[in-house]
């Protein structure tokens, strides 16, 4: 049976459509607001400080009137009683990153890192002389959300600008932003300044950071950093400035030597289309640059560190055969370049450039890279709202890098093993435990890290996979495309790529999305009985016992080696999938509904000539028991 899976999976990998220019979200009336950030920062690497000013035109595109504004000041999460601090000493199974482990009277205890941060180590983000139009406003700090009072209220298609200065400290690495790394990068500056919250069609999104997930407001930025002129950075957009820079950054101009007297150097980066400015930076990167698939340059920073050195050149070819991949599957990268960053507390994607840990083995380096990466198309350019939907950013991405990994890593018995097998195992063993939650729940209000983890991750890879077991692999691979090329630089919502995998199969899908995403519903098919009923015909009997229903394709296997299948169709779908099979002959059955629990077909050949019935030979529906398949 595994081999038939692995035919109808690996024949999507060629399965390529052109690639359609950028164009707005398709939905009449559609709108999302812009923002222009210039900034000026120095940093003192000593201290970890950095202080800045910052101008910020804002453009409100939306139908509202705005009387006020919120900021994110994402650094003052890691400071002792935060909210973050708060949920890790509630939360039955905190990230062990962010806690130490002790163990007393027997019992596992965990003490929050943030709890014990001296104040020359945690983070802050301060403003400071905040102005709208040059008038000063009224602000209110609550954690990590800056209120502003306007004196002006933003018409609706009118823009209007903010101007301030700002101070931070970046935490003692805790997690994903802040120095010291524990490999030794100095600074992963990650979600640093002041940025204005997304405010969309569901109104504002100002909640406290707690440590997982972002909406941001699509905009441009020009930065410029002030900072030792021993150290290297890497991140987001484009050096404009290369020439004066150096550290691998020269161009074929001619490169201006930085006065010896000087202790600093300026870096000045511009981005364009992009949701977040992120950069790293430390004094001992090697800094290594590779032609990526179509002039994209690919980035690679990463310590002068002997035992990883290696690892990080064999990962560059690979990075670029990477990107490819997701060109042909999904559709063109969309930036100039792209920066792979040794950096942060483990994986995560920013605009143009990720911030990994470096110090692992060959297969992990390329497995992180391949997920963050894919995370360029699944939330840089599809920036659904990842606080809401996360399912949407980091299902889809591990959807698209499992498959990645098959072809770019093949392992060894590649053809016997179902690429997503890890995915159900997650999702089987949470259902089991009775902890899962619908994919509804914000990201930050999972009861638990692991529901919160599974759900994301694998729920949310399983979508796609039992999507495509639903509709056939080639309208769902198409769908991604179609998704793609449709809602790029927008704010798509889970209903956009409903509607677009409708479009392109001519399905009926809202039963499937509201079941998987909105509900604890599960999927549970048996094999009743099979017995004689003619000379030459067998009755089947099977039966529904989870609340989910799924259209069934069932594979009959006879003593002589021949086969056959049959499918059921869901009747909500009002339309059947082609054929999986080709290579076996098919017989179309009667629909069955949700309402009937109990469903009976005849194979026309006696029983003592079946050897086995099988419900889905593909295993990508999510069946919680395949026991009774």
Not at 225 to 253: A, M, Q, R
Not at 309 to 319: A, G, I, R
Not at 490 to 515: C, I, Q
Request: charged share 20%.
């Amino acid at each position: 049976m595994k081999k038939i899976l692995l035919t109808l999976t690996i024949s999507t990998l060629t399965y390529i459509t052109s690639f359609a220019q950028f164009h707005n979200n398709p939905n009449p009336g559609y709108w999302q607001q812009e923002v222009d950030y210039t900034m000026d920062v120095k940093v003192d690497v000593k201290k970890f400080t950095y202080t800045g000013t910052q101008s910020l035109t804002y453009t409100n595109n939306s139908p509202d009137t705005l009387k006020n504004v919120f900021f994110h000041l994402y650094y003052n999460a890691f400071q002792p009683n935060s909210d973050m601090d708060a949920l890790l000493k509630s939360i039955p199974d905190p990230d062990s990153r962010m806690v130490e482990t002790k163990t007393i009277r027997g019992r596992k205890v965990f003490e929050s890192k943030i709890a014990k941060l001296k104040p020359n180590e945690i983070g802050f983000l301060k403003v400071n002389n905040l102005k709208q139009n040059g008038k000063p406003l009224t602000t209110n700090v609550v954690g990590t959300i800056l209120e502003v009072t306007l004196n002006e209220p933003i018409a609706p298609n009118s823009s209007t600008e903010f101007t301030m200065n700002f101070e931070g400290q970046a935490p003692k690495m805790v997690r994903r932003a802040g120095r010291e790394s524990a490999e030794g990068v100095a600074l992963s500056m990650s979600q640093w300044f002041p940025k204005i919250a997304e405010f969309d069609f569901e109104g504002w999104h100002a909640e406290q950071y707690l440590g997982r997930e972002f909406h941001s407001v699509w905009g441009n930025f020009d930065v410029k950093i002030t900072i030792d002129k021993d150290y290297t950075l890497g991140g987001t957009g484009t050096l404009v400035n290369n020439n004066e820079i150096g550290h691998g950054y020269e161009d074929h101009g001619v490169k201006v030597t930085p006065n010896k007297k000087d202790k600093t150097l300026t870096w000045h980066f511009k981005a364009e289309n992009v949701l977040d400015f992120t950069w790293a930076a430390d004094n001992n990167y090697i800094h290594d640059t590779y032609e990526g698939p179509d002039g994209i340059k690919l980035h690679f920073l990463y310590k002068n560190n002997p035992a990883i050195v290696e690892n990080w050149k064999k990962l560059q070819p690979v990075t670029a055969q990477l990107m490819d991949f997701y060109n042909q599957n999904i559709g063109q990268y969309p930036y100039s370049h792209y920066s792979v960053i040794q950096g942060g507390d483990g994986g995560m994607e920013y605009s143009m450039c990720t911030l990994i840990t470096g110090e692992r083995s060959f297969p992990s380096l390329v497995g992180v890279t391949a997920h963050e990466l894919a995370h360029s198309w699944f939330q840089h350019a599809l920036a659904t709202n990842e606080t809401k939907h996360e399912w949407m950013d980091e299902g889809f991405t591990t959807f698209i890098s499992d498959l990645a990994m098959l072809k770019i890593l093949p392992k060894k018995d590649q053809e016997d093993t179902n690429p997503f097998a890890s995915n159900y195992k997650s999702y089987y063993n949470l259902v089991a435990k009775n902890m899962h939650e619908p994919l509804t729940t914000h990201a930050d209000h999972y009861l638990t890290n692991r529901a919160y983890s599974i759900s994301a991750y694998s729920r949310g890879a399983i979508f796609l996979t039992q999507l495509a077991y639903i509709i056939g692999w080639d309208n769902m691979m198409e769908t991604l495309k179609e998704y793609y090329s449709n809602y790029k630089f927008s704010h798509p919502t889970p209903n956009d790529f409903k509607r677009t995998a409708e479009r392109v199969s001519g399905s009926v899908l809202d039963w499937y999305m509201l079941d998987w995403t909105q509900t604890n519903n599960t999927v549970d098919y048996a094999i009743q009985f099979v017995e004689d009923v003619q000379k030459d015909q067998t009755l089947v009997s099977l039966k529904r016992i989870g609340r989910s229903g799924m259209p069934l394709d069932i594979l009959v296997t006879y003593e002589d080696g021949t086969m056959e299948t049959f499918y059921i169709p869901y009747t909500s779908m009002h339309w059947n999938k082609p054929n999986q099979y080709p290579e076996y002959e098919r017989t179309i059955l009667e629909g069955w509904g949700w309402a009937q629990p109990d469903y009976k077909f005849i194979i026309n050949k006696p029983r003592n000539t079946i050897k086995t019935i099988m419900i889905d030979p593909s295993q990508f529906m999510a069946d919680i028991n395949q026991e009774n398949n």
